[in-house]
T-cell receptor, first 115, second 113 residues
């Protein structure tokens, strides 16, 4: 079964550094997402992406965050200047159509640790 | 605002015990409701869903019924197995929110042999 793949599985970075989290969604999917989960807390929506542009974003997704689909297969999340509170598990997800008819497929996540 | 409240874990049960994980939601409109499961080291997977009031979602022996009058979507299983040990997330989409999910905090289930 096709799956969403995320790399790396664990990223450690120093505060103030830029990080790029990478995702390869399922190839025929049209909608792409980033969610995050701070340790012990709920899974939070960050951003959705459709037709090469952001369709929705949450309050968390401020100017420090950006997303890109540079080559038609990868979907990346960039954090320009990481803060300690950005430490979390980041999940990429994709879907072929509507949530009510198709499941959202999640990757295994990238654990980001900011020191 | 929109939110999901789940019972806090961890929930520890013996094999073959009955499971209930409570979930209530606050949302405008008529959301669809979902349960996602996260096995150790993996991403979230859709377990079951219900798209309208009184619908029952079911999968792998798990069931949940969409109760609009109590705004609840409690997850149940009659006889849990060790392999059911995971974190379970209740979630909903807003009918005007496109494909965005709002998740609860997750409930860790530990099943002992």
């Amino acid at each position: 079964e096709p799956e969403v793949t995320q790399t790396p599985s664990h990223q450690v970075t120093q505060m103030g550094q830029e990080v790029i989290l990478r995702c390869v969604p399922i190839s025929n999917h049209l909608y792409f997402y980033w969610y995050r989960q701070i340790l012990g807390q709920k899974v939070e929506f960050l951003v959705s992406f459709y037709n090469n542009e952001i369709s929705e974003k949450s309050e968390i997704f401020d100017d420090q965050f950006s997303v890109e689909r540079p080559d038609g297969s990868n979907f990346t999340l960039k954090i320009r200047s990481t803060k300690l509170e950005d430490s979390a598990m980041y999940f990429c997800a994709s879907i072929g159509g509507n949530l009510r008819s198709s499941p959202l497929h999640f990757g295994n996540g990238t654990r980001l640790t900011v020191t | 605002g929109n939110s999901v409240t789940q019972m806090e874990g961890p929930v520890t049960l013996s094999e073959e015990a009955f499971l209930t994980i409570n979930c209530t939601y606050t949302a405008t409109g008529y959301p669809s409701l979902f349960w996602y499961v996260q096995y150790p080291g993996e991403g979230l997977q859709l377990l079951l869903k219900a798209t309208k009031a009184d619908d029952k979602g079911s999968n792998k022996g798990f069931e949940a019924t969409y109760r609009k009058e109590t705004t609840s979507f409690h997850l149940e299983k009659g006889s849990v197995q060790v392999s059911d040990s995971a974190v379970y997330f209740c979630a909903f989409d807003g009918d005007n929110a496109g494909n965005m999910l709002t998740f609860g905090g997750g409930t860790r289930l530990m099943v002992k042999p």
